[in-house]
């Protein structure tokens, strides 16, 4: 199994900006397709942003685009997304994903979850 350690989370004002980073131990960081998801109250969890195995294909929720970056470094077994000009409706508990499969919007696809590291965004 792949373990997987959120952290970076915090309170910011409206414009300000983060860095998640997720820790993967347990099995090689190599060859997993990598997602950070959000999820706000009473909201389903939704996709952010994902990173393949060797960075040829990434996405962007339409409302994160220009705003957050992912980025891997296999090497520290690291998943990090930067997150900058933050807004209020950015506030969710995010979580970072792996799956063996090609990067995707499915939740069930997923097989490994970090433990959800809280931003919120203040007006």
């Known amino acids: 199994q792949v373990h997987l350690v959120a952290s970076g989370g915090g309170l910011v004002q409206a414009g300000g900006s983060l860095r998640l980073s997720c820790a993967a131990s347990g099995r090689t960081f190599s060859n997993y397709a990598m997602a950070w998801f959000r999820q706000a109250p009473g909201k389903d969890r939704e996709l952010a942003a994902a990173?393949?195995?060797?960075?040829?294909?990434?996405y962007y929720l339409d409302s994160v685009k220009g705003r957050f970056t992912i980025v891997r470094d296999n090497a520290k077994n690291t998943v990090y997304l930067q997150m900058h000009d933050l807004k209020p409706e950015d506030t969710a508990t995010y979580y970072c994903a792996a799956t063996s499969a090609l990067p995707t919007t499915a939740v069930s696809r997923y097989s490994y979850w970090g433990q959800g590291t809280q931003v919120s965004v203040s007006s």
């Open positions: 990173i393949s195995w060797s960075g040829a294909i990434i």
